[in-house]
Every structure is written in structure tokens, then in C-alpha cells.
């Protein structure tokens, strides 16, 4: 496949669901916005524009490149266990989704990490453009994450074709201000209500469902959380530590947000080391979140 071919297949399924949720939130919304919708709307997607420029610039090859490239050479786990196409397209979907959750649960762990992600978050509030609002250089290292792992697993083309496509589609669906029937996020797919209670500004709320496209990892390993202790419509989105629209919802503030400190808050995974709630009440060396509170 080649890349303008690849590029329009992505592009188009993308701007396909934007155009799409953004009617369903017109006419159906979850939730009244809190912030003017045309300013936020035009940074968070500057902010999506800026992240294609440079993954274009800075990264030599896709993970669709890689993917050309594995089987080319004959790279990766498929190579020594020579499945069905069918199945190893399913195995590389599913496997690709694990990896991406696994990613997401560090970086809300690792405090170096969480500077970058708490860009995504700090969106005070949540619709479908919340979906494309990451830093540069979390879009960066997630698709060199993204590169490696389909190396190791010498997934074919059409395999990541398919789970970039999903991954972009879901993203922005799971962040759609829209209400859906309960019961979909357990075998389906995260649905926005699933998604939404992980942009909660308490802790043992937004270290929850971590999941962007299966609801599986969070069930299995024990991140889900059913709602929100506020509920759906009176919960607080954001980081609790951030609530400066000047700061969170414009270009300028989203960019630079990853060098201002980590104030020790129970949102900020200066936070999740030291006072988080993952399964068990606790993380690996820290406290329980009603010890962190106290």
C-alpha cells in the first residue's frame, strides 16, 4: 500500500466520525459545555493539525511503513508462527489495542510522562475534540511506541491499516458529548460514559478505564469503573490543579502546559506514585488513595 493511499483511508474515516459526532452532540448532547465552544473547537484541533506536521517531520517511517517493512524482511512473532491471515490479522488488532491500553496506564503512572498526557486531560471539557487533543511529543512517542510493536509482531499492512483507523475512530467516538444505551462498554467497545469517567478530576476516578477501543483490559485487569461518584452530568472534568482557560484552551498554553510543575495534587501522578488507586487500593511502593488523602 502506499502512503497517499494509506493517508486518505485515515484521514477520510477520521473527518468522517468528526463530522459525524460533532451533528450528534447538536442534536443530542450528554452534557451543557462549560467553555466557548468555537475557541476551544479551533485549538484542540490546531493542536491535532501541529501533531500530523510533525510525526510527517520528525519520524522517517509510519507504523504502516514498519509494517511494509517487517514483512518485507520477514520481521516479527507471525513470521515464526504461521497462522491464518484472518487470525493474525484479529491477534494483531486485539494485541495492538492491549499495547496502547499498557501505554496509557504509564502515562498516567510515570511523572515524566504524565506532563505530556495531562495536556489531553486538562480540556475542561469533554466532546469530540477532546479525542485529538494530545501534546507533540506524546503523539511522538506513542507512534514510535506503535512502530516497535509492530516490528515485534510483523503484523501485516492491512492489519494496522485497519487498527490506526479504528484507534483514530474510536478515539474521537469515546470522547463524543452524546448518550448511549448502558451495557455497550461490555462487550462492544468504550463508549463516551465509559470514557468519560476517566477525565474526572478525582483520582480514583481518572485512573480508571483506561481502554480507547475494547472494554476488555479494563475488566481484566481491573481499571474499570461503572460511574462517576458525582454522576455523569454533575462530575468535574479536567485536572483538578488546572482550571485556567488561558492556560488549558489555547495553543500557546497546551504547548508549554508539559514544563510548568507538578503540583503534588491527588490528580497529578506525582499523585498516582505516591497516593494512587489502582486495583487493590494501591500502587507498587505507595499508599492506599484514603491513606494519600489523609
Avoid at 468528526?18 to 452532540?25: C, H, N, P, Y
Avoid at 519520524?59 to 512473532?77: D, F, H, N, Q, S
Avoid at 509482531?153 to 487498527?163: D, I, K
Amino acid at each position: 500500500m502506499n502512503h497517499s493511499l494509506e493517508v486518505s483511508i485515515r484521514l477520510g474515516a477520521s473527518l468522517l466520525v468528526l463530522i459525524s459526532m460533532a451533528a450528534w452532540e447538536v442534536l443530542r448532547p450528554r452534557r451543557r459545555l462549560t467553555v466557548r465552544k468555537g475557541p476551544r473547537w479551533a485549538n484542540n484541533l490546531a493542536l491535532a493539525l501541529l501533531n500530523a506536521v510533525a510525526t510527517r517531520w520528525l519520524l522517517p517511517i509510519t507504523a504502516v511503513g514498519t509494517a511494509a517493512l517487517a514483512t518485507e524482511r520477514g520481521w516479527g512473532l507471525w513470521t515464526a508462527l504461521p497462522w491464518p491471515a484472518w487470525l493474525e490479522l484479529v491477534l494483531t488488532v486485539a494485541l495492538l489495542d492491549l499495547a496502547i491500553y499498557l501505554q496509557h496506564v504509564l502515562f498516567h503512572a510515570v511523572p515524566g510522562l504524565w506532563r505530556l498526557h495531562r495536556v489531553h486531560h486538562a480540556d475542561l471539557d469533554f466532546d469530540v475534540t477532546t479525542g485529538s487533543r494530545f501534546h507533540p511529543f506524546e503523539i511522538v512517542l506513542s507512534a514510535l511506541f506503535k512502530i516497535g510493536v509492530v516490528a515485534a509482531l510483523g503484523a501485516s499492512v492491512w492489519a494496522v491499516v485497519l487498527f490506526e483507523v479504528l484507534l483514530n475512530a474510536t478515539a474521537l467516538f469515546n470522547h463524543g458529548n452524546v448518550a448511549l444505551p448502558e451495557g455497550l462498554d461490555r462487550w462492544l467497545v468504550v463508549t463516551p460514559d465509559m470514557h468519560r469517567v476517566h477525565h474526572s478530576t478525582q483520582l480514583r476516578e481518572s485512573n480508571r478505564n483506561f481502554g480507547f477501543n475494547l472494554p476488555w483490559w479494563d475488566r481484566l485487569f481491573g481499571t474499570y469503573l461503572a460511574q462517576p461518584e458525582r454522576g455523569h452530568l454533575a462530575m468535574e472534568i479536567g485536572v483538578q490543579e488546572l482550571r485556567e482557560e488561558q492556560q488549558v484552551e489555547r495553543l500557546k498554553g497546551m504547548l508549554t502546559l508539559p514544563f510548568l510543575p507538578l503540583a503534588h495534587t491527588p490528580q497529578s501522578p506525582g499523585g498516582i506514585s505516591s497516593g494512587g488507586d489502582f486495583p487493590g487500593g494501591r500502587t507498587p511502593g505507595g499508599p492506599s488513595y484514603e491513606e494519600g488523602r489523609s
